[in-house]
Each structure stands twice: as C-alpha cells, then as structure tokens.
C-alpha cells in the first residue's frame, strides 16, 4: 500500500490545517490507521489512530480536542483536521498503515 499526505504549510498559532492521506488501496482490511509526527531532534511520536472499522480513536493527550481523525472509505483518504495549532505542533506529519509510510508533510506554527 502507498500512502500520500498534503496540506501541510505555515500556519499562525489559533489556525487551522486539514492533512489528507491517500492511500492506494482501501483501508477496510487494515487493522488500524495512525498519524504521527517527528519534530527536529525528536522520535516520532503517535497522534491519532483509527481502527479499520472507524469505531475507535485514540488522540494523544497534546492534540485531543484539537485534533481530529476521519476517513472517507469512498476516496480511500484518511484526514486530520488540526484546529488551534500551536508552536509545538511544529512537525513532519506522517500517516501509516502496517508497515507502510507516506513521505511526510511538514506542518510550521509560528507567527
């Protein structure tokens, strides 16, 4: 399975940005489906996750209630909609599924 994200960019702090994740295949068999983010000099760390079956989330304590998971199975496109960012939501933004990667999009907060 490939995997493409976009829209990421520069945002001001208390703004909002939409992250799509394409993926080539649909995701209905996949047992979950992840966002993650790598800030400069820090491990990857897990942000959302959806199971396939789109009836459970987790949110990382940082983001829940900002951030949110959705999916459309019709577009197999996964979605993360950030609102309120924050200077420390500065970040290469990833999706994942098993062991697949996208190649990133990178999200700044900074006014």
């Known amino acids: 399975i490939q995997l493409t994200e976009s829209g990421g960019g520069l945002v001001q702090p208390g703004g909002s940005l939409l992250l799509p994740c394409a993926t080539s295949e649909t995701t209905s068999h996949w047992y979950s489906i992840g966002w993650f983010r790598q800030a400069p000099g820090k491990e990857r760390e897990g942000m959302a996750c959806?199971?396939?079956?789109?009836?459970?989330?987790y949110y990382e304590p940082s983001v829940k209630g900002r951030f949110t998971m959705t999916r459309d199975t019709a577009e197999n496109t996964v979605y993360l909609q950030m609102n309120n960012l924050k200077p420390e939501d500065t970040a290469v933004y990833y999706c994942n599924i098993g062991d697949a990667w996208g190649q990133g999009t990178q999200v700044t907060v900074s006014s």
């Open positions: 959806m199971k396939s079956s789109g009836d459970e989330l």
